[in-house]
DNA sequence: TTGTGGAATTGAACCGATTCACCACCAATA
DNA sequence: TATTGGTGGTGAATCGGTTCAATTCCACAA
């Protein structure tokens, strides 16, 4: 069988004290030491098991990482990002896809609690609660990710998804365009909620008529469907804002089939600014977020509230959307 | 804090031995005592701790799951696929990017042996060896994912990547081209090695001349770059196979910007059949391949591998890719 | 030479469930 | 009465790191 603590301690000629010093905390042995037990650890192809570690600390080295779904490119940026962040301290990341499902969010929550996580990050599937005192209860700390925190008893980092909502609708605006149709998921999504409010906001303030065109998943097949509701309208709008590129994609390829031309007929913004609205048919304006920063930071908040949790103040952090643009959007 | 088995124990008037008796085996137990302690347990809320149930068993539920880069839509398909699967049978999934490194491949198989995973699947950075035996050894099964195994002593789940560099070339030449680019990246890389193969394979057999651009890395960027050189060549090519669509979509970009038009001007045929390569500003042909499927093929081969490991016999599952035609190539 | 302080190292106890050789007890058989 | 067999139960050893009180070592000052 694999080498153990003891047989690296014997074969370096030191106590199992040491070995583990050099393991955890490598500043208290001596060069000397530290190089030989080092250099038989490696012989031995010496990997410390995570079980007995973890049963004696008490504490594990795993996060859990539950997002809507990493086949959405915004979330597999942040997905990178988290992962990266957590390699650098030397935690191990459990993904989980809850496809925006209460349900499986549950189910998640629960397997991850088996699993015995230090810390879990979430993108939650629902608007409301966020409390996950069953986690909490248990010691595992949670961070909210991609959703602002209502109550100041946890760590958020968020995007100012009002703020991009304005953004969106104060650039449709400056180009000329008052009648905007507004492609958005449901309402659960607490992302969709803040962006609506910042079209909503923004909309008043600048005297547009918004559509709302709702739709159930945010993918580009229900972009196509969406883009079928908008041709059947009676007046086609000047300008269609996406709740998010996937879904912007669909709107295109449907418009495009459609012989509409985009942007003289119809402007056309998305959100996320994934990394394909560049080789879009019609390179694809939108409103960016810091998606890989997005995740390094919630994973590096997490894991140093895991480490030391009494130091440790709880910060909600905000990042700022940006328009970016490109030709799908043009005045009218 | 919580209690323990011997809490139980003591409280119950009986010995630990029999407690755990009681949890893993309780036909041996009389049932008077199973009652009594059964009992106890409910008043004390007692649940076994994980951990020392696994340091002692030395079997998790958790499998690792290393591909190059989840960002890469094949990728994040099949990472779903394997997902979903591993979920269904209770597993859950530690997520590891290598980005083609065998440095970080090693270092991620490390912190996979750490936390005891019961199996690993693995889409190799580099083209060599695929042993695993430091894995194996620990009593970690392997199986090799996007890649076809060497050695019939373990389980590969991969698509026929010498057919799919045939197919490719074959469609090249049936719409007349003779004169054909191979965009690809390093030949570390398994896939890469196969497709040529198939590339060579196919143009010697239709008699088409291939000219190689190589690339370091498998993204958009990369593929501008080639982009780049392909116009700097004396003649230009009639078609262009990029290895896969991202190397294509930067293709794309970079011919479309130089004036140049597809397939009118320059065919040009990517790999994967990601997503977006139908939104794509000329909608991609493409080398198809069942990603997703590939995932649950692989979860559910490994995970039967880890639960029945001696009934279990390995097999290479080989899925067969499929040309998708679209906009972007055409006859001569 | 002795004393002192700090750094390096030691090794036994411990985390909590599992395992298994062994024991106690009772009934049935010789 | 002695022997055998079977059932129910016991508890020390074990898995493999981590921790920490105790010890050793060494340099330098008195």
Same mark, same amino acid.
Request: charged residues 20%.
């Given at each position: 069988? $694999? ?5 690296v ?31 038989t =650890? ?6 410390p ?39 650098k ?18 189910k998640? &929550?629960?397997?991850?609690i ?11 599937a ?24 209502k ?37 659960? =999504? ?8 910042g ?33 059947? &309208? ?11 590129? &996937? ?17 003289e ?38 894991? $140093? ?20 643009m ?7």
């Amino acid at each position: 069988m $694999s080498a153990n603590l003891r047989d690296v301690a014997k074969k370096a000629g030191v106590s199992v004290g040491t070995v583990s010093n050099v393991l955890n905390r490598p500043e208290v042995v001596s060069p000397k030491t530290l190089e030989r037990v080092q250099k038989t =650890i490696a012989e031995l192809g010496f990997v410390p098991n995570g079980f007995a570690r973890q049963l004696r600390s008490g504490y594990s080295r795993t996060i859990g990482l539950v997002v809507p779904d990493v086949a959405n490119p915004f979330f597999t940026e942040v997905a990178r990002g988290v992962e990266d962040a957590a390699s650098k301290r030397n935690y191990a990341v459990f993904l989980c896809n809850s496809d925006e499902s209460l349900e499986k969010e549950n189910k998640y &929550l629960s397997v991850l609690i088996q699993q015995q996580v230090r810390g879990v990050l979430i993108t939650p599937a629902d608007a409301q609660g966020h409390e996950y005192e069953n986690l909490r209860e248990r010691g595992i700390s949670v961070a909210l990710l991609d959703t602002e925190t209502k109550n100041s008893s946890q760590c958020s980092v968020s995007v100012d998804d009002v703020r991009g909502g304005e953004i969106a609708i104060e650039h449709l605006l400056s180009l000329g365009h008052k009648d905007i149709a507004w492609v958005t998921g449901p309402e659960t =999504i607490p992302q969709i909620v803040d962006r609506t409010m910042g079209v909503t906001k923004a909309a008043k303030v600048g005297k547009a008529e918004i559509s709302t065109i709702r739709v159930t998943l945010m993918n580009v097949a229900q972009g196509e469907a969406a883009a079928k509701k908008i041709l059947l &309208l009676k007046k086609m709008p000047s300008a269609i804002f996406c709740a998010n590129d &996937l879904l912007a994609f669909g709107v295109m390829r449907v418009l495009l089939d459609a012989g509409i031309n985009i942007p003289e007929q119809v402007s056309l913004l998305g959100y996320d600014d994934i990394s394909f609205g560049n080789s879009a048919a019609v390179p694809l304006s939108s409103i960016s977020q810091p998606a890989y920063q997005l995740g390094v930071t919630a994973a590096e908040l997490l894991i $140093s509230e895991c480490e030391d949790s009494e130091e440790h103040a709880h910060q909600q952090v905000k990042f700022q959307p940006q328009l970016v643009m490109r030709a799908s959007t043009a005045s009218k």
